[in-house]
Nanobody
Framework: VQLQASGGGLVQAGDSLRLSCAASGRSFNRDLMGWFRQAPGKEREFVAAIGRTGGSTYYSDSVKGRFTISRDNAKKTVYLQMNSLLPEDTAVYYC???????????????????????WGQGTLVTVSS
């Protein structure tokens, strides 16, 4: 599957942004979908993930309560609603797909980037203080 992330931009602390990740090619209805981010000079880290039905969601502690991941399988799109943004949220955000995940993958599996086999190109989010 090909993934195209969009929606990034420059915002102020406290603002909101919604990222989108559009999938094309094969069906992604059975894929575990994730968002990861990489801040300047840092390793890429897990942000959020959502199971194939949308019934299971997983978040890193740093974004829990502020970010919400969702998906629309009919539109082949995954979203990341980001509220109460902080300067430390500044990063390039990547969406990823894992076609091999089982329905009950769990948080540890979902947060492991090595499990994902398709990656988008990234969209830059900059949060000013």
């Amino acid at each position: 599957v090909q993934l195209q992330a969009s929606g990034g931009g420059l915002v102020q602390a406290g603002d909101s942004l919604r990222l989108s990740c559009a999938a094309s090619g094969r069906s992604f209805n059975r894929d575990l979908m994730g968002w990861f981010r990489q801040a300047p000079g840092k390793e890429r880290e897990f942000v959020a993930a959502i199971g194939r039905t949308g019934g299971s969601t997983y978040y890193s502690d740093s974004v829990k309560g502020r970010f919400t991941i969702s998906r629309d399988n009919a539109k082949k799109t995954v979203y990341l609603q980001m509220n109460s943004l902080l300067p430390e949220d500044t990063a390039v955000y990547y969406c990823a797909a894992d076609r091999n995940a089982i329905l009950t993958a769990g948080a540890v599996y979902a947060s492991t980037q090595e499990n994902y086999d398709s990656w988008g190109q990234g969209t830059l989010v900059t949060v000013s203080s």
